[in-house]
T-cell receptor, first 116, second 114 residues
Framework: AQTVTQSQPEMSVQEAETVTLSCTYD???????LFWYKQPPSRQMILVIRQEAYKQQNATENRFSVNFQKAAKSFSLKISDSQLGDAAMYFCAYRSYTGTASKLTFGTGTRLQVTL | ETGVTQSPTHLIKTRGQQVTLRCSSQSGHNTVSWYQQALGQGPQFIFQ???????GRGNFPPRFSGLQFPNYSSELNVNALELDDSALYLCASSLRSGGRDGYTFGSGTRLTVV
């Protein structure tokens, strides 16, 4: 079974600085998707960025980028020029299948604080 | 394009009761998944519905059941509620594979069992 590990329960970053959130996963598959989701106090899971495993190029979405190391099974999220609105829980997730259903397996999350 | 809507937002039930949670999927999405998120944890996959049938289930007992309707909306039913069922229940809609276009989540239903 796939597992996702986020080893940083909490992180703090100053406004305008850069922070990196860590995620490792375990899988025997060769092709898969990885995601970072943001969950603010409104509770809605918001997609931040996705990475297809067969693509060697790291995904980038504006201030958000990933460092995808397939051999090491590592998928970290870098947030540049941090803003107060970035404060939230961040979850790393792996897409797999159970039966014919696609499902996400989430890590336990990292709470990001953004300070002035 | 409408997002995913869940109702109700909050619910308090007594142990042993039954509850129904509702979800309207995003326009264009044909698949609905349900997740349970306990306090301080990541969401756990309950099951997924596609073409009105359950096509995959996580490690949840049969008292967790669901429906999907022709308009792709969905219900999650939980019978014989237990205290440990207290959690945030999230609905996510997608196209079937979910990978390329991702999953769109609702804001969840906070269920408290007393």
């Amino acid at each position: 079974a796939q597992t996702v590990t986020q080893s940083q329960p909490e992180m703090s970053v100053q406004e305008a600085e850069t922070v990196t959130l860590s995620c490792t996963y375990d899988t025997s598959e060769s092709d898969y998707y990885l995601f970072w989701y943001k969950q603010p106090p409104s509770r809605q899971m918001i997609l931040v960025i996705r990475q297809e495993a067969y693509k060697q190029q790291n995904a980038t979405e504006n201030r958000f980028s990933v460092n995808f190391q397939k051999a090491a099974k590592s998928f970290s999220l870098k947030i540049s020029d941090s803003q107060l609105g970035d404060a939230a829980m961040y979850f790393c997730a792996y897409r797999s299948y159970t039966g014919t259903a696609s499902k996400l397996t989430f890590g336990t999350g990292t709470r990001l604080q953004v300070t002035l | 394009e409408t997002g995913v809507t869940q109702s109700p937002t909050h619910l308090i039930k007594t142990r042993g009761q039954q509850v129904t949670l509702r979800c309207s999927s995003q326009s264009g999405h044909n698949t609905v998944s349900w997740y349970q998120q306990a306090l301080g944890q990541g969401p756990q996959f309950i099951f997924q519905y596609y073409r009105e049938e359950e096509n995959g289930r996580g490690n949840f007992p049969p008292r967790f059941s669901g429906l999907q309707f022709p308009n792709y909306s969905s219900e999650l039913n939980v019978n014989a509620l237990e205290l440990d069922d207290s959690a945030l229940y999230l609905c996510a809609s997608s196209l079937r594979s979910g990978g390329r276009d991702g999953y769109t989540f609702g804001s969840g239903t906070r269920l408290t069992v007393v």
